[in-house]
DNA sequence: TTTCTTTACACAATCGGTTGCTTAAATATT
DNA sequence: AATATTTAAGCAACCGATTGTGTAAAGAAA
């Protein structure tokens, strides 16, 4: 096998007679070189292999038209649709993507962190880390101009774009829609321990529509876990059902915890949705497909993937506006299916 | 708002009044460089901010310790979870990863290929798009003595790396199993045109399985998809319900055929597993929480990520050796569970 | 004391594309 | 015909970390 070098713009402009420069411009359709040259250029740079070192490029122009990407992981639907909304508008302005996993470590995080910037990214989305408390580490976006946009899981004190949906609302929704089936005693899950707002807006939300609706709040009736897993939600739901009242109802703010206890429920012969109605949320393909299906709330993972790319598309290119550390709020609607409809 | 420069060697050798080339070294801990001037170099830099240019590193030395991943798409739970594997261990050794969606298209995949080599990545790792053909947007890393290995979607003829499972073992596997739990007529789905193997391997074994002991092979139960996805699979199924003398078994290339296997033979009264056994593959999340569990295949896909990512960089690390290019067959094992447990 | 080896650091070239400035020729304007 | 403008392309500095080579000074060996 030969050892091939990497074919540079210095190989064209010898192999044409030209300078450089020349060859850099042409491969731009620089208006200062003929039309003669830049085809017979581009003909040869094809010809020869030419791929331009981006790592040149970047160092010298202090561009690397690269969106680092910085979540917890990659496995969950929600983060990995988000993920495919960034790729997808990334890749219209010919951006590439660069993901990193905190694997929801605050360390792990910091030093990601670290890494993107030494790799020059032209902005940063996060996705917070569930142990994250301090942010500092981000300050070093900030401080040089590196766009930052957080998306869903944001910190409440940082001074820069978010992406979000309102989970207050998406809250008082679900909760509503359970009402309006006729549910008397809703249950809820919800975070043990939480830096962000995520868990604790839809908590609100939860509360605001029982006590618009008359209906009053029980504490028994909502139980704080440490993980929002399958496992964790059937036990959460073992205690409800074990309750000497038990729900008939029930938010469950991610579908995972849904589908656990439409299960549960149905393995302790409790009939949903006619004696246990059950919301979920962020429309995950299983909500879709388990029986029954699981009503949820819709999460626009791709939007915001899409809207948190173009924010930092967008800003590179525009003057700096201070004003425009905005939050974008994106929508979200009640899927009503199965595991809900009684009316 | 500041406006901050990056903070460079150079900066931290103005300050200390040494030669930047000292600071680079006792950056490193070279050992031409005095503990003392080490400590003060790595003091300062600290107190200063300053983050390294990988750009800069990498386009000097040629070495980016970036790992480019090129797959359909980060959403299917197989593909995320080999992106896990990949990236723990590249983790472990300091490399960073890009990730790019081919979303299954011929030309995003040659488009991203010239991407990451224009970005100089260390070594790329690929599941090939369906749609790719021709594999010939690969040579640019051969070429140039980047490491490539393919993973799980891999072409026939393309000399490098491979690391997949025995897709023929398996799927015998499976079939036998379903023959030892009595199925007479086994059914099965397949892909309708693969330029791999993958598929077709896996028919391979469920034919094999079938004559091995003594079951004939009818054609009418096997059944080739344009898409492997939920809705073919309901579609499919639902022909070979329609059947004058329908299966009483089926084994799915994959876990939502499965799926959509079970949920069809449900609605149509069929008993799942006593009429009707399905086995799937990959061990996807769904096949553990839908009723009745789905058997499966497992799919090692974090050990195959971290397989592969490990070849990448021993092989960046160790002296070229030509035999290196070889295939690592990764183990499955059938997962036996409600969906084809009969005895 | 002289010579050899470490130790400690500086100088300057290098990686490859970009870009401001300059030169030179061709075309346009007065 | 003289001057201004446009077109075409070259020169060289630059981005920031790395590294081979050079050069002192200090310590070790002869």
């Known amino acids: 096998m030969e050892e091939h070098r990497h074919v540079t713009i210095y190989d064209i402009a010898e192999k044409l007679n030209l300078a450089a420069s020349t060859i850099s411009r042409a491969l731009k359709d620089h208006h200062s070189i003929s039309d003669k040259t830049i ?4 003909q040869t740079a094809k010809e020869m292999g030419f791929v331009p070192n981006t790592l040149a490029a970047g160092l010298r122009g202090n561009v690397t038209k690269t969106i680092g990407i910085l979540i917890p992981t990659v496995t969950q639907p929600f983060l990995s649709s988000l993920i495919s909304g960034i790729e997808i508008a990334a890749q219209k302005s010919d951006y590439s993507v660069i993901i990193m996993q905190s694997h929801d470590s605050y360390q792990m995080e910091v030093d990601m962190a ?21 942010t500092s580490h981000f ?50 899950l919800t975070a043990e321990s ?3 707002t995520l868990y604790n807006e839809r908590k609100r939300g939860y509360i605001d529509a029982l006590l618009e609706h008359d209906i009053p709040l029980q504490d028994n009736l909502i139980i704080s876990l440490k993980e929002m897993t399958y496992d964790a939600g059937v036990k959460a739901c073992n205690l409800l059902f074990d309750l000497k009242t038990p729900p008939d109802g029930l938010f469950a703010p991610g579908d995972i915890l849904a589908v656990s206890a439409v299960q549960t429920a149905k393995k302790r012969g409790i009939k949903v949705p006619d004696q246990f109605a059950v919301i979920g949320f962020n429309n995950d393909p299983i909500s879709e497909i388990i029986e029954p299906n699981i009503s949820t709330i ?8 899409k809207a948190a790319a173009e924010l930092i598309i967008k800003n590179l290119k525009s003057v700096k506006e201070e004003d425009a550390k905005e939050i974008t709020f994106l929508n979200t609607q009640v899927l009503i299916r199965e595991s809900s409809r009684k009316i």
């Open 114 to 134: 670290k890494s993107l910037y030494s790799n020059r990214v032209s902005g940063v989305i996060c996705s917070l880390a569930m142990e994250t408390k301090d």
């Open 194 to 196: 939480e830096f962000g």
């Open 298 to 305: 819709t999460h626009p993972a791709e939007k915001m993937g």
């Open 39 to 42: 085809k017979k250029v581009k």
């Open 139 to 188: 300050k070093q976006f900030s401080n040089n101009n590196i766009p930052l946009v957080f998306v869903d899981r944001v910190p409440k004190d940082y001074d820069t774009f978010r992406v979000v949906i309102n989970n207050y609302l998406a809250g008082y929704k679900a909760t509503k829609h359970l009402i309006e089936q006729g549910c008397k005693r809703i249950a809820h």
